[in-house]
């Protein structure tokens, strides 16, 4: 996958850019929107270029010739010529300092001006001696949120998102079977579990032909070096940068297997100590009785709970949180899935910050399945992403008129993404957000209010009797932006009573709200809605990264609005 890899070059080419006064602003852009575009594709550019060359990669938004050129370039040579000419002028890690809350391209280079600051170390020096606040422009407070910016970004240090792993691990898994060399290989680990990031990926394969399995997997082009390798066990580093364990495994212990490395640790612990209370032994390799003889043969993860007594849990649910003993009662949730999922509701056009048209959206969303598709532009305090005025939603509403009586095959829902102001007043009249079928508020700007204030602003808007549904309401950005200071119990249960149902947000980078906030939230009697948020026709598949965080946190598709067919969940949103 060179997705990310290039997306991360083409970011770091357009902050050099940008630092030049000379250079036109369209370049910049023009390599940032090529960044977004590959950094979200879900099909490998690699494969892209492979199948159709310069031409398919052409067809990608934001890919022009030139852009097609560099990919074509990197994809034969490793490396990009403009990058490196550029990187002789500044020799700073831009893409190691940008992902530092707080810090732009144009701060890092007045830091390696002054400081000769060049990548991430030299900067907590410079803290470390107290060099930044001394700087013209930057002062005290600068200097401590760079300091709590570089401790986020350490405390998640090598995690990747689950929207750049499980599409990696999928391709892996892919070649393995297209190998002709495996029976089976399947994506165990925190992967599986679709938690939010992911240290290193496990796979475990089955085959007549390990030694030559283990030859294959070293030799693919995902694999940047080798760093153990066994006959049973392989570990590589792959070029996005993450390692992964490849493991052989006997059929008959492959149930076993696949539970033990799907773990999670604690939920592994405390399954093997119900084993002993019941005179088994668990382990990787079976389950076995006291004269040691493999008692359910260890085939598949079923077997082994009902030996134990169990239902069976999705792997999403074994983070040991109550979800053994529920399965000892047979009481586990049905939890929701993909399949349940009838529309989407967060969604973005052209109109405001999307790529492509309402039509282009709509024909994809049916394209996935859904019933229906609700289109939720940025109003217009939201200038970063073109937000639009009242009469320029007035103008789009009939543009959603027009297509609904011409008829796409689903249904396109009138809404907005509207802003949530400093004072909890909501971004448009009252009189725009009367023609939606139904409203989402947001929470973009002035984050930085303490507790109290930004639970009041969000109160606020939920009681305004104009909401339906609160966008990412933690406003967090995985590994870049920690959630604002919110208190969620307040938020929820003003939820419960004015009927406004959370979002859990799909986007790779937000998955807001997350597990965790979800398990909370469930003690309200509060609805939630899986979005996608996507910009281009692509992130609606996002879907299941959403669906993950929602099984993660056991709800039900009771539990979520856009299970519902579009008549019912309109008689929701009236109230
Ligand atoms: P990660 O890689 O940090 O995102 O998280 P995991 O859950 O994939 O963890 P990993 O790769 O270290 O190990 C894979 C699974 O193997 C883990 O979920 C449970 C199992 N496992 C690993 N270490 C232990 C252990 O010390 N005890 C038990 N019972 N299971 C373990
Ligand atoms: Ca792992
Ligand atoms: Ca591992
Ligand atoms: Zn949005």
Known sequence: MYNSKLAELFE?????????????????????KAAMTIGTLQEDVGEI?????????????????????????????GKIKK??????KYPVDFSGLTKIQGMGAKKALKLYTELNVKNVDDLKKAIERHRIRELEGFGERSEEELAKGIALLESSKGRMLLGTALPEAENIVKKLMDSGLVEKAMVCGSTRRMKETVGDLDILIISKNGEKVMDFVTKMNEVENIMLRGPTKTTVWLKIGLSCDFRLIEPTSFGAATQYFTGNKNHNI?????????????????????KNRNAVAGKGEEEIYKALGMDCMPPEMREDRGELDLAAQHKLPQVVGLDDILGDLHVHSKHSDGDSTIEEMALEAKKLGRKYIGITDHSKSEHVANGMDDSQFLKYFDEIDRLNDRG???????SGEVDILK??????????????????????????????EMTKRVIKAIESGHLNIIAHPTGRLINRREPFQIDLDNVFE???????AMEIDAFPDRLD????????????KINFSIDTDAHRPSHLQFMRYGIGMARRGWLTAHNVLNTLPEEKLLKVFKK
């Open 270 to 290: 405390k399954i093997r100590e119900i084993a002993i209370k019941k005179g088994y032994k668990l382990n990787e390799y079976g389950l076995f009785d006291k």
């Open 513 to 524: 709200l997350n597990d965790e906030n979800i398990f909370k939230a469930k003690k309200y």
């Open 83 to 88: 990058y490196e000419e550029l990187k002789k």
């Open 49 to 77: 270029y492979e199948k159709r060359g310069l031409n398919g990669l052409m067809e990608l938004s934001g890919v022009g010739k030139s852009i097609a050129g560099h990919i074509e370039e990197y994809i034969k040579t």
């Open 494 to 500: 003003s939820a419960e009573k004015n009927n406004v």
């Open 408 to 414: 796409l095959g689903i249904k396109i829902l009138k």
């Open 423 to 452: 004072d909890g007043t909501l971004d448009l009249k009252d009189k725009t957000l009367e023609q939606m079928d139904y409203v989402i508020g947001s929470v973009h700007m002035n984050t930085n209010m303490d507790k109290e």
């Open 12 to 32: 770091e080419i357009a902050d050099m850019l940008e630092l030049d006064p000379k250079i036109s602003r369209f370049e910049p852009r023009a390599y940032r």
